[in-house]
């Protein structure tokens, strides 16, 4: 396409096949979750479960509790 002028029938062509074949890719997953989610869940489950741990042996300080990311969804 880069060799043709955008003005001539051949280019006209050429965007009307390349439409087409446009159509034939298969859709994009826009409702994925992302790794960067899963990554922060799985921090967040781990730290709880190191604090839940330490309760076992010890109480738990208020500040502890703050390691605990927010979610931001």
Known sequence: MESNDPDSNEYAALL???ERLYKLLPPKKEN???KDAVL????NLLGILLILNFEKAGVVTSKAVGFILKSKL
């Open 32 to 34: 994925a979750i992302s």
């Open 40 to 43: 922060a869940v799985a921090g």
């Open 16 to 18: 009307v096949t390349l």
